[in-house]
């Protein structure tokens, strides 16, 4: 198993995947962050069928920040921003040819192993992983945020998921 581990939550994949920290990585840190404003998501994971493209909130110890920038849909930008730019971000890693990236954009942009898969066929879903106090008053709806990243995410044609530990646990990815 691969383990990845983001703030105080471990994530583990099997080890026939491509996983990589993605604003973590070289590429990223060196270049596409140079670019004014650009942002990351956390983890990119690659199986035989799909690319995902995760971001973590745990927001743990901060209820009243939490709740206020899930209701006004602060949040929900920023992720869309980071899938948005994660995909420029490959696709600038595969016009340079970068190494560190190969597999994630192979699954974009080339017809390597997935040629038998037409581009547009091949799935990425966005992952947000949102954990958050369990006494806390405030209850987002899994539902309603799914709803909300794939509205702003549709002009990308990926799928999208809201996922916490409890949810993940009932329906784990790929």
């Given amino acids: 198993m691969i383990s990845i581990t983001e703030g105080k939550l471990i994530f583990t994949f099997p080890d026939n995947w491509e996983v990589i920290k993605y604003d973590e990585s070289h590429f990223f840190k060196n270049h596409i962050r140079k670019s004014q404003g650009s942002k990351a998501v956390d ?28 209701r006004n849909d602060e949040i929900l930008n920023e992720v869309v921003q980071k899938v948005r730019d994660t995909i420029m971000g490959l696709y600038a890693a595969y016009r340079q040819t970068n190494e560190e990236l190969a597999p994630f954009y192979r699954y974009l942009c080339t017809t390597s192993k997935y040629s038998m898969l037409a581009r547009h066929q091949r799935k990425i879903i966005a992952v947000w992983f949102i954990e958050q106090d369990i006494q806390s008053n405030f209850e987002f709806s899994p539902i309603s945020l799914k709803v909300k990243l794939k509205n702003q995410l549709k002009f990308l044609n990926i799928n999208c998921l809201v996922h916490n530990k409890e949810t993940y646990a009932k329906k784990p990815l790929g």
């Fill in 43 to 70: 983890i990119l994971a690659l199986s035989d069928h799909y690319l995902f493209l995760i971001e973590i909130k745990d927001f743990r110890g901060y209820r009243i920040e939490s709740q206020k920038s899930i």
